[in-house]
T-cell receptor, first 112, second 113 residues
């Protein structure tokens, strides 16, 4: 059963701490997207990669967020330092060149 | 920039009845895709249906169908024979091929027994 996995599912941290979220795309998918969902902004794209190369990270606050794909089976999203306004659900999605994107279960981040 | 508008924040429907969720979008592109995603309380994003802009025929998936009006830039979702399990947030989304999804604000649908 091919699916996108994300860890951790929940994360509570204090302001100023580093947060790392991980995503394993569906095997064989070459495009990975990071989305953030908040009550105020809804669902918005943070960054995406194709064949591990970053294509667009314009939605990401550059001073504190970073996204990487160390290899084809792992994508990471880091926040350093974290702030309360970063509290949200972070989704990873993967695709294979077809229009459909398949979403992971999300990481619910709470920064106190 | 593309925008997606869902003008109905909340809707409710009786079990077994039909409901239509509205969506409009704005783009200057001629080739694109439109989607409806369902997000139940579990938060999982589930693809409901997809429409290619070059296809005139409206997409259908079991109880779910769309009314795609390209000239009007309208893309509504019809759910027939509503079931309690259809209760969820529904997002309309736009995508140029291979690119990012742009989502609407969502419509909360409640199916009542």
């Amino acid at each position: 059963d091919a699916r996108v996995t994300q860890t951790p599912r929940h994360k509570v941290t204090e302001m100023g701490q580093e947060v790392t979220m991980r995503c394993q795309p569906i095997l064989g998918h070459n495009t990975v997207f990071w989305y953030r969902q908040t009550m105020m902004q809804g669902l918005e794209l943070l960054a995406y990669f194709r064949n591990r190369a970053p294509l667009d990270d314009s939605g990401m606050p550059k001073d504190r967020f970073s996204a990487e794909m160390p290899d084809a089976t792992l994508a990471t999203l880091k926040i350093q330092p974290s702030e309360p306004r970063d509290s949200a659900v972070y989704f990873c999605a993967s695709g294979s060149g077809l229009p459909e994107q398949y979403f992971g279960p999300g990481t619910r981040l709470t920064v106190t | 920039a593309q925008t997606v508008t869902q003008s109905q924040p909340e809707m409710s429907v009786q079990e077994a009845e039909t409901v239509t969720l509205s969506c409009t979008y704005d783009t200057s592109e001629s080739n694109y895709y439109l989607f409806w995603y369902k997000q139940p309380p579990s938060r999982q994003m589930i693809l409901v249906i997809r429409q290619e802009a070059y296809k005139q025929q409206n997409a259908t998936e079991n109880r779910f169908s769309v009314n795609f009006q390209k000239a009007a830039k309208s893309f509504s979702l019809k759910i027939s024979d509503s079931q309690l399990g259809d209760t969820a947030m529904y997002f309309c989304a736009f995508m140029e091929y291979g690119n990012k999804l742009v989502f609407g604000a969502g419509t909360i649908l409640r199916v009542k027994s």
